[in-house]
């Protein structure tokens, strides 16, 4: 069968039938991937604020330490956390 993609500038080689490509939450961890950083601030550090707060809608609020948001907590209606790391 023709790639949809052939003729038009895009070449893939014959043996490259199975792609490199893993979802991001399919990959499980390797050694050779670093290490995950712990949260070097302590609790006492960090200031917690409500930014979004609306009937039937999921609750949002923005962790800081010293003015600099560090991440976003999203409360979701069936109870579960999104946390959000913002990194600079």
Known sequence: M?????GRGF??????????FKAFL???ETSDSPP???DEFSEKD??????YNQEGCPIVEVVSVDGLP?????????G????I???Y
């Open 36 to 38: 995950i950083e712990q």
């Open 26 to 28: 399919d990959q499980k």
């Open 46 to 51: 960090k200031v917690t604020e409500q930014i």
């Open 85 to 87: 790391e913002c990194q």
């Open 2 to 6: 023709e790639s949809y993609l052939e």
């Open 70 to 78: 560090r991440s976003l907590l999203v409360h979701l209606p069936d």
């Open 80 to 83: 579960r956390l999104l946390e």
């Open 11 to 20: 070449k893939m080689k014959k043996d490259e039938g199975q792609s490199s």
